[in-house]
Structures are given as structure tokens and as C-alpha cells.
């Protein structure tokens, strides 16, 4: 599905996720990127399956092509202010992109351990200190 601007697809359930589609409205001072819960566009999202739609962050570029995960990240540098230069020398390393998808693993293995989430129903006052 073709889209007018960059369209980046995040878990609004993911801690990291949420963090980094905040840190992403921050940089994109040209409004070049659009942010939306995958949970919210899944017309956008017609050839990944369901069972694993949820396992990463996905990029619509203006052309309508999805990448996903460790694949999306140039799609993402290019988006973003002064990243297109960026965005295609990443894409064109086998090496950075190598990088990139082990980091990325990294951080979805350990997303849920990640991010520091306090379960106020479980802390009463009486454990407050």
C-alpha cells in the first residue's frame, strides 16, 4: 500500500518500542514520519502473518515498501533529517548491517527485561519506604 510519507509501525505494548517512537518525534523535526501502533494499522501490514506481526517495528517507505526489524533501520536513518546519505551506505554493508540486525536481536530478546516498569497494583503503602 503506497503511503505520502514514511510510516513507522511500533508495539504500543513494547516498553522499548514506545521509548524509541517518542525519541523518533523528538528528532523528525521535518514531520517526515509518521507514527502509528501496529496494533491500529494492520491494512499496512498484509503480508506479514498475524503470528508474527507483533515481533518487531515495521517502516512503510512513501513508495509502499515494508521492511521490518534490523532490515527497516536504513529505512528509518533515511527518513529521518540529513539520514538518506546514511540510510543507503548501512543498507549497502553487509558488514553494518550485520551489526545492525545482532544489536537489534539484542534488544528484542531482552525487550520485556529492558525497560523499568513498576507494577503499582502489586506495591502498597505499607511496602513504600
Known sequence: ????????????DCGICSAMSRWIRAVDVQGRIRLR???SSRELLREIPDRSILDAFHMVSPGGQVT???DAVPTLIEALPMGAGLGRIVRGSRGLMSQVHAFYGFLTRFRDRLVCRVDFAATSEGSVR
Open 37 to 39: 501502533t501496529i496494533q
Open 1 to 12: 500500500m503506497a503511503t505520502q510519507e514514511y510510516v513507522l509501525l511500533f508495539d504500543r
Open 68 to 70: 521490518t526489524g534490523g
